[in-house]
């Protein structure tokens, strides 16, 4: 890493415009293309700051500054356009979370990274829609988290309540959501609202270590620990009434159910494993990149298609879970409101994945162009009429689901033309953190944060009340900045804001 | 975008035609007669030239639809449409290879529709009848006019059109079907803007795209039936709460 004093490191960043900046060319060694990264004022002192912080004499350790990372990610082989940075950047493995990046397909340099894609392959936000108004749910919400709590198993170390063996596993991960299907646990409309269809074709069981299906094969069907979270939610305020109607949201205060969860160990232990083997490959072919972190393997060679055959199975196995977990609270809200999902109208409003790794076309300077997109804590957005999104939002464009932190709100978006043609259809994913775990664990105190949320009304169950700190609102950005940034800059268009009142955790 | 069309064709002053003018009208159709469609010889065109009795160019003008054989519009701008619709495809087919870059990559391949939709109802009719019996397309061409469906030169095409709206109007699938109920959207208010300064792009593909949406739809439908079909065979959602463990 080049050393510069901060005031040097300034000269490579540039203001466009109130919502973005430029990276130039230099910032870090070796750089393909620019980066570029989208904040409002409160965000850029965040970035700024942690830039800064980095440049002090003698910091040493953690990980690079966001920044630095978006750079990084600019100087690997086959990149095409930008290096993108999304408001809610913070620092991860590699990547950056909140970094997107585009690789071309046709240029056999190009290649995949699991760092792009991160350990905890196919996270992603479900949202279930209700019939129900906040009315019928605020008397009984307390009984509504124990009922939730009670029928998904959340926590590090929890098992799932459905009936697996190692047969049901291999098929569940060659099928994704059609297996969910096949075995009843989905609605037919469930995989025609999710991103990919719930299924990924490329997906290939055969390509998992043992160890993977070994640690997956409990965990399917719980909601995990972590910033992981099933949310009951109701709809707070409507900006584009058009769109929500489209979504099924007709009202202020309307229920809405938000699932965030992943691939579990399963997912980890994918990654974990690429990441060994890709090491041999980049000397095997002398791929050189600017941190150890960004591991990566050419496309085109075995480790690279190891890598994305068995991330595809990994990313079906989320939707599985998701899926899932769709059930379980299906039937508990059946139970408790003594009826059926059916007539309680739960539909999946729309499943989107934020860890994840697809090949797309996109246009590149004019030409349409086959390219892998790595999207590590960044949604798709797509426009309205791309072909990719499901037929009942062809007019309004792909429903953008934004998870907020515990406590505070959760936002619908929906993409735009420009954030196709600006960020190859990609924007945020939720809040980001702005402390990282140890020192959220340090700086608070876990009563505290749960009395808060007792205080404003929320509902809450938690596995590990002791973690509970490290996911606290005080350690991430405001995702309304994060939101309101991603609106203004025209990458996506602001739709539904949600606000829980009942929350149940790892 | 008729001024369009008379723009390509080479019309000295399209801008500047009032279509209501009933003798503006004769001298545009004569002038598309003289350029392009040249149906008569030059010294038929006698009676259509003779701008000055109108009575007997009417009487000119009548026979000259029946030669064309054009269908029966009510207003002379419809009449006047299918006119330069036609001078066009004429000049089109004069030299086909000229237009041949048009298509292409940049334009789209243009499907051959007329050749598909014989196909479909050559198999519908399992070659028992003759879809270009002078019967048959008299046929078509009447049921088109009862049920109001546009011209268009190739009968098959129009039959298509035919039943469409037979399945979707007529058909007692459609009498039975409840109303669609919901908000109504204004189509042309959506987010998705193709051309804000050009409604003769922007209107009708907003509708070609409202019909993709509505085929895309039904298609759909169908899947999800499908799945919902085969789920009753295989569907058997169990869980055990033994196996379940909350973590830490």
Known sequence: ?506 | MLKLKLEALGHPTPNNIAFSNRKEFASTVLWLEDQTIRLYPIEGRDTMRNLEDMPAWEEGYKQYCTDLSMPPFETQLEQLTWLVGNAMRLEFLDNPSQYESINGVTEGQPKNNGAQSQEKVQTIFDGKINVHDKDFIAGVRTLATKLQVPHHPNHLLQLQAITRIVHERIGPASMNRKAITGTPFPFDKGNDVVAANDPALDYPMRILRLLQIQSLRQLQTHINETIVAVQSLTANPKTDTKLGKVGR
């Open chain 1, 1 to 506: 890493m080049v050393v510069r004093p901060y005031s040097e490191e300034l000269k490579y960043l540039e203001k466009i415009n109130d919502h973005c900046w430029r990276i130039k060319k230099g910032f870090q060694p070796n750089m393909n293309v620019e980066g570029v990264f989208y904040v409002n004022s409160r965000l850029e002192q965040l970035i700024l700051d942690e830039l800064k912080n980095s440049c002090r004499p003698g910091a040493i350790g953690g990980f690079l500054p966001g920044v630095k990372q978006i750079a990084n990610v600019a100087a690997l082989p086959g990149i095409v356009g930008r290096s993108i940075g999304l408001p809610d950047i913070h620092s991860g493995y590699g990547f950056a979370i909140g970094n997107m990046a585009a690789f071309d397909m046709d240029d056999p340099l190009s290649v995949v990274s699991p760092g792009g894609v991160g350990f905890d392959i196919n996270c992603g936000v479900r949202l279930l829609r209700t019939n129900l108004y906040e009315k019928d749910v605020q008397p009984i919400k307390e009984q509504l988290a124990q009922s939730l709590f009670d029928h998904i198993p959340v926590g590090v170390g929890s098992k799932g309540v459905i009936p697996m063996n190692a047969r049901d596993l291999e098929e569940a991960l060659e099928m994704g959501m059609d297996w969910s299907l096949r075995e009843g646990y989905a609605w037919a409309e469930d995989k025609e609202h999710c991103e990919e269809y719930g299924r990924m074709l490329s997906a290939d069981p055969g390509k998992v270590s043992m160890r993977a299906k070994k640690r997956g094969l409990p965990q399917l069907g719980t909601l995990g620990a972590g910033n992981h979270y099933a949310e009951i939610q109701v709809v707070d305020e409507i900006y584009d009434k058009w769109s929500a109607s489209k979504m099924g949201i007709e009202e202020k205060g309307q229920v809405v159910v938000m699932i965030h969860s992943g691939s579990r160990g399963f997912g980890h232990q994918v990654a974990t494993d690429a990441l060994v083997e890709m090491e041999k490959a980049m000397k095997r072919d002398q791929i050189e990149t600017n941190d150890r972190q960004l591991a990566c393997a050419r496309i085109n060679s075995v480790e690279g298609q190891n890598y994305l055959k068995a991330m595809a199975a990994a990313a079906n196995f989320a939707w599985v879970n998701r899926s899932s977990m769709t059930f379980l609270t299906r039937q508990a809200f059946a139970k408790m409101f003594n009826t059926t999902p059916d007539d309680l109208d739960m539909h999946v409003i729309y499943d989107v994945s934020h860890n994840i790794a697809k090949v797309e076309n996109h246009i590149v300077d004019g030409k349409e162009r086959k390219l892998l997109v790595h999207r590590k804590g960044s949604t798709r957005a797509f426009p309205p009429h791309h072909p990719l999104i499901p037929v009942d939002y062809q007019l309004t464009g792909q429903p953008v689901l934004v998870g907020g932190t515990m406590g505070t709100c959760s936002y619908v978006l929906t993409g735009t033309e420009r954030g196709m043609q600006e960020t190859f259809g990609s924007t945020c994913h939720g809040a980001g953190r702005a402390l990282s775990r140890s020192k959220s664990r340090r700086n608070l105190d876990y009563k505290e944060v749960l009395d808060k949320l007792e205080q404003i009304g929320i509902a809450i169950r938690v596995a590990s009340p002791k973690l509970v700190m490290e996911e606290a609102p005080e350690a991430y950005k405001d995702v309304t900045d994060v939101v309101d940034t991603c609106h203004a800059a025209g990458i996506s268009k602001k739709c539904i804001k949600m606000r829980p009142i009942a929350v149940i955790k790892g």
